[in-house]
């Protein structure tokens, strides 16, 4: 995606596609250690993608981007974390 795109959407679209991107860069580090990727330079453009969004969004005064993405990312790992730790004591 394009900046100019991506200045065109709106503030809870970008969040989206800032979540959905960052969910694609965790496929495809988990393919890249279990099978070959077909293309392995989609994780650096995954990355740069979403390098683009956090730049968009602080450009309009988003503060604490990673901050918010980050309380997300935990309240929705939490299920994966208990799984985790379900497995150590078992």
């Known amino acids: 995606m394009k900046v100019t ?26 393919q890249r250690v279990t099978e070959k990727l077909e293309d392995p330079t989609q994780l650096a453009k995954t990355k740069k993608g979403i390098a683009r969004l956090l730049t968009v ?7 604490d981007v990673e901050q918010k993405q980050m309380k997300l990312e935990s309240a929705g790992g939490s299920r994966a974390a208990k799984a985790t730790t379900k497995a150590k004591k078992a």
């Open 57 to 63: 969004l602080s450009e309009r005064g988003e503060k």
């Open 5 to 30: 795109d991506i200045r065109e959407l709106k503030t809870d679209e970008l969040h989206n596609e800032l979540d959905r991107m960052r969910r694609h860069l965790f496929d495809l580090r988990s």
